[in-house]
Structures are given as C-alpha cells and as structure tokens.
C-alpha cells in the first residue's frame, strides 16, 4: 500500500510539473497606476481557469473566470468564450456576480501571448447594476510541451 501511495503522488507532482500555466499583465494599465495581474491554469487544449486581480489606488477587482478555447491551434489559443464570478470594489460602489466574455489570445512559437477580452455580468448587490469584464494582456507562457 505504501508502495502504491507513493506512486500516485510521484504521477500527481510529476503532472504538476508539466503543468502549463500562463502569467499575464496589460503593460498600458500600469502606466495609469492600475496594476492588472492574471494567472492562467490550462487544464487542456481547449479549458482553461483563470484569476484575475486588478489593483488601483481606490480599490480593486478580483474575478476567477473558466474559458472554453474553440479550434485550439497552439493548445489553448484563439477565440474562446468564458464565465466569470467575482466583483469590484473600493472608494464608493462595489459590487459582486457573475458574467460572460468573448475573448481571443495568440501565443508565438517563444510562448509569448498577448489576449484581448470583454465581457459584462449581473452585480448581485445592486449597487452598480452590472459587473465590466475587459483586458488586454500581454504574457508568457510556461510548461508543457
């Protein structure tokens, strides 16, 4: 039995290892003090789970999102569709649901990206009436093949 745990966790962690995931940032944002952060995790070629977390001097946003990539021609690449959950937040309004985005992202053959998205959900708090999903991002790519 000790024989058999050990293998599976050796496969899980070697999985992990191999694990493509992607770090993103919009270069532009930072210039106007907003810093945008998001991380990709590619469970495969065609899903993908991400967080994102925008930063501004007022406040915030945090959103986890799941895309759905369709005819994937580097793995997880080109037009792909998404649900979001998460909110905004900070001086004045705040607010917290769920939306849909349309996005698209290329990746170079040196796992560069840059991914353009937008969107809008349903604030559930009322208080801004609807949640904004944007981001044009610049990134890199890292694991996998």
Request: net charge negative.
């Amino acid at each position: 039995m000790k024989k058999l745990s050990a293998l599976v966790i050796f496969l899980a962690c070697f999985k992990i290892a191999n694990a493509q995931f992607e770090i993103k940032s919009n270069p532009v944002a930072i210039l106007f003090n907003v810093v945008p952060v998001s991380v990709e995790y590619l469970i495969n070629e065609s899903w993908g789970v991400e967080l994102d977390a925008f930063v501004t001097p007022g406040g915030g946003a945090l959103y986890f999102s799941g895309k759905h990539y369709f005819n994937p021609s580097v793995g997880a690449d080109g037009f792909n569709l998404g649900t979001f959950v998460g909110g905004v937040g900070g001086d004045g309004d705040s607010g917290f649901g769920l939306g849909f985005f349309v996005g698209h992202k290329t990746v170079s053959t040196k796992n560069v990206l840059m991914e353009l998205a937008v969107g809008l959900g349903r604030d559930f708090t009322d208080e801004i009436g609807f949640l904004p999903y944007g981001k044009l991002h610049v990134g890199y790519r890292f694991g996998g093949n």
